[in-house]
């Protein structure tokens, strides 16, 4: 189930201080869901390493409150 979507309509992928990637970054330390899907993770941000950063922080932060964090 979609339970929210995090658009940048109009905002340049340069730029990482965005509303719709501040938003899912407070909601990643909240219960609201459990699973972050990336429709096209490349809308990120322009630079490849910040498009791994952001996957990997989502992931980490997914796992960890999941309590199956390893690492």
């Known amino acids: 189930m979609l339970v929210k979507e995090y658009k940048d309509d109009g905002h340049t992928r340069t730029l990482l201080d965005r509303p719709a990637l501040n938003q899912l970054r ?3 330390k909240t ?3 459990d699973t972050v899907h990336f429709l096209a ?3 990120i ?3 490849i390493a910040d498009n791994c950063v952001y996957c990997c922080v989502c992931s980490r932060r997914l796992l960890a409150r999941s309590g199956h964090d390893d690492a």
């Open 45 to 47: 941000a322009c630079a």
């Open 41 to 43: 993770a490349d809308r």
């Open 26 to 28: 407070a909601d990643l």
């Open 31 to 33: 219960d609201l869901f």
